[in-house]
């Protein structure tokens, strides 16, 4: 998804979707925060079941070392750097660091993150891991940070655009079916006059 200065794609949908939330909902207040399915993301490290690291930092040009992104952006602006991990062949990579991060205390978390988010000598701000659940699914988790959870995302299928616009019904639904993965609940898709 686009960000827009700066916002993060939370920050994009979060006011609508309050507001439609309200209308429905008046006595009750939204608050969006990410899911914290810990027990899914260490049973996916124990088991070795880990498929990819994502890596990313954002290089801005008033402090970079090495401006080694000079030649694929303008100066002066901002580049977005990432950094993706993964065996071959469809293969499973090690999770020998990530076991590490999950079986330590703060101290030895806050060590294995930082080897896990430094590459070649180049520090990164952003840790996504992807593992495959036990029930098959894949799903991302970001480690960044550690003292919030591992919160992990969750691709929003189905939706209805038109032009560059989500109608907020396929949102909705999209967004129902996303809950009930997270929390076990079943999903039962409901249509919103809202467009």
């Known amino acids: 998804m686009h960000v827009n200065d700066n ?5 994009l ?21 990410p899911s914290v399915p ?17 890596l990313t930092r954002l290089e801005r040009p008033h402090d970079r070392a090495i401006a080694a992104t000079d030649k694929w952006v303008e100066a002066g602006e901002a580049a977005r750097v990432e950094l993706q ?30 080897d896990i988010i430094e590459f070649e000598n180049m520090t990164f701000e952003e840790a996504k891991v992807e593992a495959v659940l036990a029930d098959g699914k894949r799903r991302t988790f970001n480690i960044s940070a550690p003292e919030a959870g591992h919160a992990f995302t969750v691709d929003l299928t189905d939706l ?5 616009t989500v109608r907020h019904a396929s949102l909705f639904d999209s967004l129902r079916v996303a809950i009930a993965g997270v929390s076990g609940l079943r999903a039962s898709p409901r249509r919103h006059g809202h467009d």
């Open 85 to 114: 991990i993964t065996g071959g062949r469809g293969k499973r990579i090690s999770a020998k660091l990530l076991k590490r991060f999950v079986a330590g205390d703060a101290k030895a978390r806050s060590g294995a993150l930082h």
């Open 7 to 11: 916002r993060s794609a939370k920050g």
């Open 38 to 54: 810990g027990a899914a993301f260490r049973a996916a490290v124990d088991e070795d079941r880990i498929t990819k690291v994502c």
């Open 13 to 33: 949908i979060e006011a609508k979707i309050t507001e439609l939330f309200r209308q429905e909902f008046e006595d009750v207040t939204l608050k969006i925060q």
């Open 160 to 164: 209805d655009i038109c032009g560059f």
